[in-house]
């Protein structure tokens, strides 16, 4: 005879109740890990998911995510004619904080280079990757733009033609992928009013200074578009990504590095990068806090399944009276912990699994975690009903008399 | 245990029972030297204090005596503070235990509470389950098998409890004040029971009791006074005038 379920079934209302606080509480600690992974996924996602080997970015700096990076974008033919490289292509990203319906919209641009990358790995739940040069944008869903939603976006309006679901930029904001053309308009495309006002400045600047006296040609063209001006040329790449031959990533890098303009990063530093730089104080964070919850859940789950064998001693008691040996004791108690354990736990994962999706950061609840939680719940069950064992044992059975 | 020249179901020796230190030293039981043959049902009587519930849990073996021994079945099994054997073991092969308060494990049913007690006896449960049910039947607390503990009235419980008691047919049959929450009549079907189960299976009781109305079904009576024990001669007038002391 089972004294455990026995037990429960006769004290279903606490059984359930102590469940679900304790489901509540695992939930907790299982969706803190989940945002621990959620961050070190989003941080990573776009490295992992673009499909590139070697990143070559300005030189000295981390970017292009972890900060800026700005290189010419005669680059992609340089990094090209490297020997191991396979394919090279543009990159741009950048994030823009637009206002949509009263509500700050942040979007992470990122740019594809056009005709290469249209965007046909991307995690499509509707619609299509980029079909033209222009004025197309794949948008993730997080950024609640539905698809065939046209958005003023600098001078330009862009529709949206493709909805992905998950991809999010290691700050949590979600992802609009546009070619590389329309990435840098998106950015640097300024209203007509301050090109007007940036070309009158030019204009005055000229006049002021002495190179339009050797160089007339410039004052003339002081007021042409910016990209006219070949003193001034347009550094709006962000970054070039080079598909290079199995295994001569080093090489590559190698060869790169002897540029003094750039800096090249296989993939893995890139991961190393954003985990290392934008996200490690976050992750820290959580990854703290985390420990610090399974340590306090222990303490409450630990307390709750004493004070469950507290109120049985006299039962207890009565069992040793009647002959019952230890081991039937130890079950009672321990089968009953671990039961409490396991319900929790499952109802731990049916709500997080619920309510996990709701958040507005992804909560990712990946196999090794749960299992590693589960292992936890199993020795946090052990562990209290040990305490409540070792009470057990000490009581008389003298004291079911009385 | 079917040894030619009848062994007691309990024989003790100088069962003595200090209780606490110094200022609350209490001597709850003094040189107790009682045997019980099987078959016998014995009255312990006593005013409260006496040391009644002392002796019957130390001789229970849920409490252990400051010195003397115990035997049971011919065994000895408790030599002062000592126990010379699995005493948990002990209890669940040969004794049964019935106590004022019912004693019933709450999160199980009647039919469950026997059953426990006869699967600890190491009877498969399907066969455990038959013989409780028919134990209670046998009580006549049959139909309240699938019934928890405090959905029985108190004379249930005590059945259910008698039943739990006698499940493994232990030898000896400890029972302390079983009838006082019941009404004189059901209170006498109790001790009749005893009476009965001990002729039947052969086992010896001893049961503390206040109600002097059913002390003609015991075959002997001791009274106990300030934790000394003494064989009376049957019945309440015999009590009252002080008696000789016996011969010991
Ligand atoms: N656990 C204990 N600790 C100290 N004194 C006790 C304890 N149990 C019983 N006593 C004392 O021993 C004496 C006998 O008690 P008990 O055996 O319960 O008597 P009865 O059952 O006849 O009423 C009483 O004076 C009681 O106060
Ligand atoms: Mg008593």
Redesign the interface.
């Given at each position: 005879m089972n004294l455990a379920l026995r037990d429960v079934r006769h004290n279903l209302g606490r059984f359930v109740l102590t469940c679900l606080g304790i489901g509540m509480l695992l939930m907790i600690v299982m969706g803190m890990g989940g945002i621990y992974r959620g961050i070190i996924e989003d941080a990573t996602l776009l490295v992992d998911r673009v499909d590139a080997d070697v990143w070559v970015v300005q030189r000295g700096t981390r970017g292009p995510f972890a900060e800026v990076s700005r290189v010419p974008p005669s680059l992609q033919h340089r990094v090209a004619a490297v020997p191991g490289v396979v394919s090279s292509r543009d990159f741009v990203f950048h994030t823009i904080q637009r206002e949509r319906e009263g509500k700050p919209l942040r979007i992470a641009v990122v740019g594809l280079s056009w005709p290469e990358d249209r965007g046909d790995w991307l995690p499509l739940v509707e619609g299509r990757p980029l079909a033209q040069n222009h004025y197309e944008l794949v948008a993730d869903r997080s950024l609640g733009l539905p698809l065939g939603e046209e958005i003023q976006l600098g001078r330009e309006r862009y529709r949206v033609v493709g909805v992905t679901t998950g991809m999010l930029a290691s700050g949590g904001d979600g992802i609009a992928f546009a070619t590389v053309r329309d990435a840098q308009a998106i950015q640097l495309e300024l209203s007509g009013e301050a090109v007007r006002l940036e070309r009158e400045a030019r204009r005055t600047r000229a006049r002021r200074g002495q190179l339009p006296l050797v160089q007339p040609a410039l004052a003339e063209r002081a007021g042409s578009p910016s990209a006219s001006i070949p003193a001034l040329p347009s550094q709006a790449l962000t970054a070039v990504l080079a598909s290079v031959e199995p295994g001569r990533e080093e090489e590559v890098l190698e060869t790169v590095s002897r540029w003094s303009d750039v800096t090249g990063y296989t993939t893995t530093g890139q991961r190393d990068l954003l985990l290392m730089g934008n996200v490690a104080k976050v992750r820290a964070q959580i990854g703290l806090f985390r420990a610090l919850l399974t340590v306090i859940a222990t303490i409450i789950m630990a307390l709750i399944l004493y004070t469950l064998t507290l109120d049985k001693l006299h039962d207890i008691a009565l069992l040793k009276l009647i002959g019952a040996p230890n081991r039937v004791i130890l079950a009672l108690i321990l089968q009953q912990a671990l039961l409490i354990g396991a319900v929790g736990f499952g109802v731990a994962l049916a709500l997080g699994s619920w309510l996990f999706p709701r958040f507005p950061r992804r909560v990712i609840l990946t196999e090794p975690d749960l299992v590693q939680l589960a292992a936890i719940v199993v020795a946090i069950s052990v562990l209290a009903s040990l305490l409540g064992i070792w009470k057990a044992l000490r009581v008389s059975p003298n004291e079911a008399v009385g | 245990m079917t040894a030619t020249p009848p062994t007691p179901a309990l024989e003790t020796r100088q069962l003595t029972k200090v209780y606490g230190e110094g200022n609350t030293r209490v001597v709850a039981m003094q040189d107790v030297t009682v045997r019980v043959e099987r078959g016998e049902v014995v009255a312990l009587l006593g005013p409260s204090g006496s040391g009644k519930?002392t002796f019957l849990?130390a001789v229970g073996l849920?409490?252990p005596p400051t010195s003397g021994s115990v035997w049971i079945g011919g065994e000895l099994v408790q030599e002062g503070p000592r126990a010379l054997t699995d005493l948990?073991?002990?209890?669940?092969?040969h004794?049964g235990?019935v106590?004022q308060k019912s004693?019933l494990?709450?999160?199980?049913k009647a039919r469950?509470n026997v059953?426990?007690?006869l699967?600890?006896?190491s009877l498969g449960?399907r066969e455990?389950r038959k013989r409780a049910l028919q134990l209670l039947d046998d009580l006549g607390v049959g139909e309240r098998s699938e019934h928890?503990p405090t959905e029985l009235s108190g004379g249930q419980q005590q059945r259910v409890a008698v039943a739990?008691a006698i499940a493994n047919q232990p030898e000896l049959i400890l029972a302390?004040e079983p009838t006082a929450a019941l009404d004189s009549n059901r209170g006498r079907q109790v001790m009749e029971l005893f009476r009965e189960i001990a002729r039947q299976r052969g086992s010896a009781a001893i049961v503390v009791t206040h109600d002097h109305r059913a002390l003609d079904v015991f075959d002997r009576i001791y009274e106990m006074e300030d934790g000394v024990i003494r064989e009376g001669q049957d019945d309440l007038h015999t009590r009252a005038k002080p008696d000789p002391p016996p011969a010991t």
């Amino acid at each position: 005879m089972n004294l455990a379920l026995r037990d429960v079934r006769h004290n279903l209302g606490r059984f359930v109740l102590t469940c679900l606080g304790i489901g509540m509480l695992l939930m907790i600690v299982m969706g803190m890990g989940g945002i621990y992974r959620g961050i070190i996924e989003d941080a990573t996602l776009l490295v992992d998911r673009v499909d590139a080997d070697v990143w070559v970015v300005q030189r000295g700096t981390r970017g292009p995510f972890a900060e800026v990076s700005r290189v010419p974008p005669s680059l992609q033919h340089r990094v090209a004619a490297v020997p191991g490289v396979v394919s090279s292509r543009d990159f741009v990203f950048h994030t823009i904080q637009r206002e949509r319906e009263g509500k700050p919209l942040r979007i992470a641009v990122v740019g594809l280079s056009w005709p290469e990358d249209r965007g046909d790995w991307l995690p499509l739940v509707e619609g299509r990757p980029l079909a033209q040069n222009h004025y197309e944008l794949v948008a993730d869903r997080s950024l609640g733009l539905p698809l065939g939603e046209e958005i003023q976006l600098g001078r330009e309006r862009y529709r949206v033609v493709g909805v992905t679901t998950g991809m999010l930029a290691s700050g949590g904001d979600g992802i609009a992928f546009a070619t590389v053309r329309d990435a840098q308009a998106i950015q640097l495309e300024l209203s007509g009013e301050a090109v007007r006002l940036e070309r009158e400045a030019r204009r005055t600047r000229a006049r002021r200074g002495q190179l339009p006296l050797v160089q007339p040609a410039l004052a003339e063209r002081a007021g042409s578009p910016s990209a006219s001006i070949p003193a001034l040329p347009s550094q709006a790449l962000t970054a070039v990504l080079a598909s290079v031959e199995p295994g001569r990533e080093e090489e590559v890098l190698e060869t790169v590095s002897r540029w003094s303009d750039v800096t090249g990063y296989t993939t893995t530093g890139q991961r190393d990068l954003l985990l290392m730089g934008n996200v490690a104080k976050v992750r820290a964070q959580i990854g703290l806090f985390r420990a610090l919850l399974t340590v306090i859940a222990t303490i409450i789950m630990a307390l709750i399944l004493y004070t469950l064998t507290l109120d049985k001693l006299h039962d207890i008691a009565l069992l040793k009276l009647i002959g019952a040996p230890n081991r039937v004791i130890l079950a009672l108690i321990l089968q009953q912990a671990l039961l409490i354990g396991a319900v929790g736990f499952g109802v731990a994962l049916a709500l997080g699994s619920w309510l996990f999706p709701r958040f507005p950061r992804r909560v990712i609840l990946t196999e090794p975690d749960l299992v590693q939680l589960a292992a936890i719940v199993v020795a946090i069950s052990v562990l209290a009903s040990l305490l409540g064992i070792w009470k057990a044992l000490r009581v008389s059975p003298n004291e079911a008399v009385g | 245990m079917t040894a030619t020249p009848p062994t007691p179901a309990l024989e003790t020796r100088q069962l003595t029972k200090v209780y606490g230190e110094g200022n609350t030293r209490v001597v709850a039981m003094q040189d107790v030297t009682v045997r019980v043959e099987r078959g016998e049902v014995v009255a312990l009587l006593g005013p409260s204090g006496s040391g009644k519930s002392t002796f019957l849990t130390a001789v229970g073996l849920i409490n252990p005596p400051t010195s003397g021994s115990v035997w049971i079945g011919g065994e000895l099994v408790q030599e002062g503070p000592r126990a010379l054997t699995d005493l948990r073991a002990f209890r669940r092969r040969h004794m049964g235990f019935v106590f004022q308060k019912s004693n019933l494990i709450p999160f199980l049913k009647a039919r469950e509470n026997v059953q426990i007690a006869l699967e600890l006896g190491s009877l498969g449960s399907r066969e455990a389950r038959k013989r409780a049910l028919q134990l209670l039947d046998d009580l006549g607390v049959g139909e309240r098998s699938e019934h928890y503990p405090t959905e029985l009235s108190g004379g249930q419980q005590q059945r259910v409890a008698v039943a739990r008691a006698i499940a493994n047919q232990p030898e000896l049959i400890l029972a302390d004040e079983p009838t006082a929450a019941l009404d004189s009549n059901r209170g006498r079907q109790v001790m009749e029971l005893f009476r009965e189960i001990a002729r039947q299976r052969g086992s010896a009781a001893i049961v503390v009791t206040h109600d002097h109305r059913a002390l003609d079904v015991f075959d002997r009576i001791y009274e106990m006074e300030d934790g000394v024990i003494r064989e009376g001669q049957d019945d309440l007038h015999t009590r009252a005038k002080p008696d000789p002391p016996p011969a010991t």
